[in-house]
């Protein structure tokens, strides 16, 4: 048998907004806007996605990798969340686990916190994680959501 590794890891990103927070607390919560800046993305084709936006409601991304590949060959990844709190315009909790190929990856706990700033928002995003067997690397998982939070912004700018 092979031995099992976990890695733990927390990281915090702090990302400004030139819109106000129930502007970007509600690209969170629309399912149609969620799914454009979290879900689709050059390389990525998405099978299914649904959104229960309430604390104990759940959040499924089903996609593929397909960067450079028929879409038949792309990866398999699931995305799935549970709400944990929410307080309107001011926090999300959610925990989520992350499966690729059908193997859990990750198992995450994270807060997003929205403080208005001027005209616009603070964004504080802090993801507690355990990495399952080197499948992820934190530094990885870090830039992957830096990357969805400059995806969060050009939809806010485009919208």
Not at 38 to 67: K, P
Not at 121 to 126: A, H, N, P, Y
């Amino acid at each position: 048998m092979s031995r099992r590794t976990v890695t733990h890891a927390t990281f915090t990103i702090e990302r400004p907004y030139d819109a106000g927070p129930e502007r970007v607390f509600g690209a969170f919560a629309d399912p149609a806007i969620k799914r454009r800046w979290f879900a689709e993305s050059e390389g990525f084709h998405v099978d299914s996605y649904e959104l229960d936006f309430r604390v104990g409601g759940s959040e499924r991304a089903c996609f593929r990798f397909v960067a450079g590949k028929p879409l038949a060959e792309g990866t398999p990844c699931v995305n799935d969340t549970v709400f944990m709190d929410i307080v309107p315009e001011r926090r999300i909790v959610f925990a989520y686990t992350m499966t690729i190929d059908g193997r859990r990856i990750s198992s995450s706990h994270s807060t997003v916190e929205f403080l208005p700033s001027g005209s616009g928002t603070e964004l504080i995003f802090t993801e507690q994680a355990a990495f399952f067997e080197g499948a992820d690397r934190p530094k990885m998982r870090e830039q992957g959501t830096r990357e969805l939070l400059e995806h969060l912004a050009e939809e806010l700018e485009n919208r």
